[in-house]
């Protein structure tokens, strides 16, 4: 059994800046890599959507309407990702969900809220 848990969800006002942490936890969480893995949020009422995804190599790739503010990242062993989100709008207002792949399925966090407001 494994599962991802995301961390560092808040309410921050606008122009604020907030750091997502994911995790994997449970029996099988040393299986988990975060080579391949990426984050994504879903408003109320919404899709969910790609914020920002990486890849073995590195590379990122990030969503339209996040470039320039926010950040993927993860650590040298590839076990914890992290997202950091600067300069907040209310319109980043959702539950921001990590994910990654395991022997081919994908494998979900419960995700975390972050809202932005004033």
């Known amino acids: 059994q494994v599962q991802l848990v995301e961390s560092g969800g808040s309410l921050v006002q606008p122009g604020g800046s907030l750091r997502l942490s994911c995790v994997a936890s449970g029996t099988s969480s040393n299986r988990i890599s975060f080579a391949a893995a990426g984050w994504y949020r879903q408003a109320p009422g919404k899709q969910r959507e790609l914020v920002a995804n990486?890849?073995?190599?590195?590379?990122?790739n990030y969503a339209e309407f996040v470039k320039g503010r926010f950040n993927i990242s993860r650590d040298k062993r590839m076990t914890t990702m992290y997202l950091q989100m600067n300069n907040l709008e209310p319109e980043d207002t959702a539950v921001y969900y990590c994910?990654?792949?395991?022997?081919?399925?994908?494998?979900w966090g419960q995700g975390t809220q972050v809202t932005v407001s004033s």
């Open positions: 994910k990654t792949t395991l022997a081919g399925r994908d494998i």
């Open positions: 990486i890849a073995p190599s590195g590379w990122t």
